[in-house]
């Protein structure tokens, strides 16, 4: 048999040799491993090669927001056509590196705040996108197809071997980090500070290609802070029927919550409705969310034990380190958080519950706008089923007994959506048809972005009441089931009255006088904190909350 | 802005307002103000509408429907002003407005 011929290569480890080669060119303008602020730009010009794979980290909190502005200043003759593989696009350097020419290709998450410009540019032509991915799905290609050849990180501290401290919002650093170091590819750090003696190592030196000491602290954004104060009765009663319909039924004891108004009344009703419901150490014992500052109340009352996070948030960071028992602390005090860590211990949860702008007849739903590119983020993994899941937990038995009636017995992730039937300005949630089949024709995209799977999905709280779609047969009933939750939306009043009835009499709907929930005590009064200062002072002055969250 | 107006069949044998004197309940939170008063109109439910999003009749129409039969109402006039507040919101709030029919205002 003949061997087909090969392809000619130049030995088993041309990427090495080619990070030499950039160390030596990049080198010239470090001082050991440390690069001066002014000449970062220089530096990128060095290292990066035109083609290059490149990411800037950036995801909810931290930015490398100083590295993306250096990279934006470069020359396009000589760094150009680059394919940027990070998780977010939020920052406008972002997409100026693509307005110059520097790079083309993309392939993404989320891009939030800049999701319309993104959207302006690919219709110009500017981004290729390659695709939209959730952050585990973008972080597993990093170790298979996408591996960065250069990737520029932000982290709080070095010293002047590389070692880096991270502080709390370590997030998405060691996929990044690990992906990158071991395929002999470039790593930049962007600190704070340079220091002598570290708290604590979060990335080992030898891993680290060069460190510049940004002349601003790198940004963060508070985005799991929830007044209390917007909280609304509406929200208040959906809450009751979370508790008493969902958690109380199955037992559920670990969990992922969204970061929405939805869930943040959750929280705040866990030790004043549930208390007296009894609930204590029987529900919410284990999260894997951010230390979203509504959940203090429920830390301090003894009902969450234990949260591990995907990263820190603002003004939460000494109300954290002070409780070691509940989060996940370094040597040196301050917490560690980790991204993938965090979604993975969401996945194989025993509950997601979230929120979403639309649901469709199956259940499907998305938070696509029109005119908009977005993206998914996290939502997709932590709100599908773990099929992948084999231990047994009461919650998960239950919700498998009630999805599986015949044939092999399994168990059941739980996959809750919590919504309004009308949104501001008297849109519908309830939809026949998602805008994301219209979002997939204006952006040429593979298939319409569903956030969560009708099929993933078990329950739909509104605040007429709960879905249980586990216990719906066919998709005409599932169809109803979603009807009749749907309120005064135009797909509420097109309900089958009489299939809405005996899906109720099935439990496959259930209105509060069902399940025990007094609509009379959806009242603000029911909130364990009504403001932010409330907040605080359940934390005894531990947390701090951001300027702008201030008002006294 | 738009008025609309809605007149309900209601309970015939519903109670009247006794020696003229109206009962009333009222609910006020942000620009969202419900009034319900219990007069005699010969057994009729008259509703006023006040609201910012126009286009919205049927719906309302549906909520004001459903909240006169669950609770059996006659011999009511409702006026609700609806601060551009959502059918959930209004529908809590004329529950709680007739829960409080008769007593002093919060």
């Known amino acids: 048999m003949d061997a087909s011929p090969r392809p000619p290569r130049t030995g088993w480890n041309s990427l090495a040799r080619n990070y030499d080669a950039r160390m030596l060119r990049g080198g010239a303008l470090a001082d050991g491993k440390v690069v001066a602020p002014d000449r970062a730009t220089e530096l990128l010009e060095a290292v990066i090669e035109p083609h290059d794979r490149i990411c800037i980290e950036g995801n909810n909190q931290k930015h490398a927001d100083f590295l993306a502005k250096a990279l934006a200043t470069v020359s396009p003759d000589r760094v150009h056509d680059l394919h940027v593989v990070q998780s977010n696009i939020a920052l406008a350097p972002h997409l100026d590196i693509f307005e110059a020419g520097i790079a083309r290709r993309l392939d993404f998450c989320y891009a939030g705040p800049q999701g319309l410009r993104l959207a302006q540019l690919v219709a110009d032509g500017k981004v290729q996108v390659g695709a939209i991915h959730t952050y585990l799905e973008l972080y597993s290609r990093y170790f ?82 929830r007044d209390p104060a ?83 948030e603002l003004g939460m960071e000494r109300y954290v380190a002070e409780r070691s028992d509940v989060f996940f602390i370094g040597r040196d005090g301050s917490m560690r958080s980790n991204r993938i860590f965090c979604q993975l211990a969401g996945h194989y949860a ?48 239950q919700a498998g007994r009630e999805a599986h009636r015949a044939g092999m017995p399994r168990g059941r992730k739980l996959v809750v959506q919590m919504v309004e039937t009308f949104r501001e300005g008297l849109s519908s949630t309830f939809v026949e048809k998602l805008d994301a089949w219209e979002l997939m024709d204006t952006f040429d995209m593979p298939l319409p972005p569903v956030m969560v799977y009708g099929d993933d999905l078990t329950h739909i709280v509104t605040e007429e009441g709960i879905a249980n779609l586990l216990l719906c047969d066919t998709l005409a009933e599932r169809a109803q089931a979603i009807r009749g939750v749907a309120g005064y939306t135009a797909v509420g009043r097109a309900r089958d009255r009489h299939m809405v009835e005996t899906l109720r009499e099935r439990g496959a709907i259930l209105y509060p006088e069902d ?37 006294w | 802005m738009e008025r609309l107006e809605f007149r309900f069949a209601g309970r015939a044998d519903a109670p009247a307002a006794s020696d003229g004197e109206a009962l009333v309940g009222v609910v006020g939170s942000g620009n969202l103000e419900v009034m319900i008063e219990q007069v005699d109109l010969g057994g009729e439910c008259l509703v006023t509408v006040d609201t910012s999003i126009n286009g919205f009749v049927e719906t309302w129409e549906s909520v004001l429907r459903d909240f006169m039969e669950r609770h059996r109402l006659g011999n009511v006039r409702v006026s609700i002003n609806d601060g551009g507040a959502t059918p959930a919101v209004v529908a809590l709030r004329l529950d709680q407005a007739l829960a409080n029919l008769g007593k002093p205002p919060r």
């Open chain 1, 230 to 312: 917007a909280i609304t009765e509406i929200q208040v009663l959906m809450a009751m029927m979370v508790v008493r319909g969902i958690y109380e039924k199955y037992g559920v004891t670990r969990l992922n919550h969204g970061i929405g108004f939805d869930t943040a009344a959750v929280e705040l009703i866990l030790p004043t409705y549930a208390e007296e419901l009894g609930l204590r150490g029987k529900i919410c014992r284990y999260m894997s969310v951010n230390p979203c500052p509504t959940l203090i109340p429920a830390i301090e009352s003894g009902f969450v034990e234990a949260i591990h996070c995907a990263g820190s």
């Open chain 1, 350 to 397: 025993d509950l997601f519950i979230g929120s979403t702008l639309q649901i469709d007849l199956e259940g499907n739903s998305s938070t696509a706008t029109l005119a908009r590119i977005t993206g998914f983020g996290g939502a997709p993994n932590f709100g599908s089923e773990s099929r992948g899941r084999r231990h047994g937990s009461p919650a998960w038995l």
């Open chain 1, 515 to 551: 399940i025990g929930v007094d609509k009379r005590l959806a009242n603000r009064d029911l909130l364990a904190a009504r403001s932010i200062k409330d907040l605080v002072r359940w934390s005894d002055g531990l947390y701090a909350p951001p300027a702008r969250f201030r008002n």
């Open chain 1, 144 to 225: 298979t197809d996408l591996t960065p050849r250069v990737s520029l990180i932000a982290a709080e501290a070095a010293d002047r071997d590389g070692n880096l401290y991270t502080g709390p919002n370590t997030e998405d650093t060691p996929a990044i980090v690990e992906a990158t170091a071991f395929k002999s590819g470039i790593l930049i750090a962007q600190v704070n500070r340079i220091v002598d003696k570290l708290p604590r190592v979060d990335v080992p030196g030898d891993w680290v290609s060069f460190v510049v000491e940004a002349p601003t602290p790198h940004y963060i954004e508070p985005i799991f802070t």
